[in-house]
């Protein structure tokens, strides 16, 4: 009970500071720790693989992709020079409020259903005899996916080509 | 609630308290076996052969002036030891010293943070380990140092795959992600001497996953984060005393914990080592045996990482890569495929 | 008590929608993003534990693996398009053709 809402506490308060901090590195880093305690929420209720895969994948690869790559393009040389939409900021903000306040209502009017404890002990088998059987398909479909990512970042990013031109011409 | 809460904290300090304690002897051992390796003494003066010279170290470090740059991002900076250690300490959580204990009709296990998954949980937190080490190079300030953070994350990042496949190889190996019952299936010998350990059954997944845990260590032969003729000393090149101290127990910390995990999966955890069976077992007995094994097999583990870093050279960076991803990556997934392929038809 | 997540899940996905629409830079913009994968993802399991369905927690499994093939590719057309032209707010690039 005190843990739940302190975690919540801490989840929206490294969640704020994705958004409206001045730096992009320490946006990412909070970031890191948003997700961090969604994983630690996830253990909370109980769902323990699934916590584990977030901290191991979001955690461990993905915000570790941000930070290295604002490491490598050096955010810093044009940070606090632009200005930011101070009315797009203020309409965005009353859009947030409308939307959360459906979402309270929503909530409220049905707590009993929503906040019932229903998952099965063994869910993790449960949960592997589901994804190796009915949903094998997108379970591969999902390892194509990944192998296409890969490959595509290797396209983006590779610059062969422009390098091998630059070598032939500093030889000449 | 309240012999709960004294169970866990009495296993947090055990569990802290033995590689904490054993850092001082680990660094001696380096020392001293540096020497014996190179055929020069190594630190003999303080002390019976040398043996006070971690405590002068730690004097040394205690009392050496902190120097804070100024070019330093200020909380950054003194924030990346701390998260160094600290990913450093957490896969310790799930380690197991001994099987679980019958006190008083009840079970106590011994490891702090119990689960079905404990492999599973120590792969994932110590994949967290870079971010100590990026932090640290970033909040530097300095070419040097962000060269080396970079360097050591993209090694992390792309040795985890290799060390990942071999760990899922093992894990369809014993059908289990339990530690206890890893453990288990490892207790026993085939024709009566030849332990059951893993090592036996995957020898290749053991060789990925050695390799794994030396480039994800930042150690000799891949110790580029720190590459003293190219890049000074890497990312904690701005460091000094205390801060320097704290980078330093974290590699070796995280040295311990990924060498407990190889153990583990290939070495037979806390079964007790072949020969040490035939004393008389009982139940105050077999514990204490249990992890005098762990611990003996653990000291090996980290004299091979010193005789390993004193016998070969330091790769080059473009070397490194190439063996990760073009060599190990590929020889990790066939031979997944072939342990899933074996153990699906034997299960048939 | 853990009705508290509700309103989490729902908040996290707010203020990434809020970032993505007022912040300038593409990398931040990608971060809001996985903010609101966050919030989504937790809204899942929270509605598996409800009703005792383990296909949403497959749904999180899922985002998971998709979410990290699309910050890797953000991410890579992010360095591709600074090599080219050396920024990364999203005013610059609002010609298409040079």
């Not at chain 1, 909530?107 to 005899?129: C, G, Q, R, W, Y």
């Not at chain 2, 050496?64 to 160094?84: C, G, I, M, N, Q």
């Not at chain 2, 003996?296 to 080059?316: D, E, G, H, N, Q």
């Not at chain 2, 073009?326 to 153990?343: D, E, K, S």
Request: glycine letters at 6%; a neutral charge; proline letters at 4%.
């Amino acid at each position: 009970m005190i843990s739940d809402i302190l975690l919540t506490i801490i989840t929206m308060v490294f969640a704020l500071m994705v958004v409206f901090s001045k730096k992009t590195v320490v946006s990412a880093l909070a970031l890191l720790m948003t997700l961090l305690s969604i994983a630690m929420i996830y253990f909370q209720l109980g769902t323990l693989f699934l916590a584990a895969i977030q901290v191991l994948v979001n955690a461990g690869a993905v915000a570790i992709l941000f930070v290295f790559v604002m490491m490598l393009i050096n955010l810093e040389q044009f940070e606090n020079n632009r200005e930011k939409g101070k009315v797009k900021l203020v309409i965005s903000v009353l859009a947030v409020l409308v939307i959360m306040g459906i979402f309270a209502l929503i909530i409220n009017n049905n707590i009993e259903v929503l906040t019932a404890n229903n998952i099965p002990d063994n869910s993790m088998k449960l949960l592997f005899d589901k994804l190796f059987s009915v949903y094998y398909l997108p379970f591969e479909m999902a390892t194509v996916l990944l192998l296409a990512a890969l490959v595509a970042c290797i396209v983006i990013t590779g610059h062969e080509k422009a390098h091998k031109v630059e070598l032939e011409e500093s030889h000449e | 609630m309240l012999e709960g809460i004294l169970e866990i904290l009495i296993k947090t300090v055990v569990i802290l308290g033995i590689p904490l304690g054993a850092l001082p002897i680990i660094i001696h051992v380096e020392r001293r076996g540096a020497g014996f390796i190179q055929r020069r003494l190594g630190p003999n003066r303080v002390g019976p052969f040398g043996l006070l010279q971690p405590l002068a170290d730690v004097a040394k470090f205690m009392f050496k002036e902190e120097v804070h740059p100024t070019h330093v991002r200020p909380f950054f900076y003194s924030l990346a030891p701390l998260v160094a250690l600290t990913v450093a300490l957490l896969p310790l959580a799930c380690i197991p010293i001994m099987a679980p204990l019958e006190i008083n009709g009840r079970t106590i296990y011994p490891e702090v943070f119990r689960s079905d998954m404990g492999i599973f949980y120590a792969f994932a937190v110590s994949a967290l380990g870079s971010y100590g080490i990026l932090l640290g190079g970033w909040a530097s300030n300095n070419k040097f140092s962000m060269l080396g953070a970079l360097r050591a994350c993209a090694q992390m990042v792309s040795y985890e795959l290799s060390l990942s496949t071999s760990i899922v190889a093992m894990i369809f190996l014993y059908g289990t992600n339990d530690i206890h019952l890893m453990v288990a299936a490892q207790t026993g010998y085939w024709f009566g001497f030849l332990p059951k350990w893993g090592f036996f059954i995957q020898p290749l997944a053991a060789m990925l996953f050695l390799v794994g845990i030396f480039a994800e260590s930042n150690r000799l032969p891949f110790d580029l984060a720190e590459g003293e003729s190219e890049i000074v000393a890497g990312y904690h090149l701005e460091y000094s005393s205390m801060k320097f101290a704290i980078f330093f127990m974290a590699e070796y910390i995280h040295m311990i914990a990924l060498s407990a995990l190889f153990i583990i999966l290939f070495f037979g955890g806390y079964s007790i080592l072949p020969g040490l069976d035939l004393i008389p077992q009982s139940p105050i007995i077999t514990p204490i045996l249990q992890m005098g094994s762990l611990i003996f097999k653990i000291a090996f583990m980290i004299w091979f990482f010193v005789w390993v870093r004193w016998t070969l050279p330091r790769f080059r960076y473009d070397q490194l890569m190439d063996i990760g991803w073009q060599r190990l990556l590929p020889l990790g997934i066939i031979n997944l495929i072939a342990t899933v392929l074996i153990t699906y038809f034997r299960n048939q | 008590m853990s009705s508290i997540y509700y309103y989490l899940s729902a908040f996290l996905f707010c203020l990434g929608l809020l970032g993505t629409i007022f912040k300038k830079d593409l990398i931040s913009i990608l971060l809001c993003l996985e903010l609101m994968m966050g919030g989504v993802s937790l809204l899942m399991i929270l509605m598996s534990r409800a009703t005792g369905v383990l296909e949403s927690q497959l749904i999180v499994f899922f985002m998971i693996i998709i979410s990290a093939c699309e910050v890797a590719i953000g991410l890579s057309l992010i360095i591709a398009l600074y090599r080219k032209k050396q920024t990364i707010y999203t005013d610059d690039i609002k010609i298409i053709t040079e």
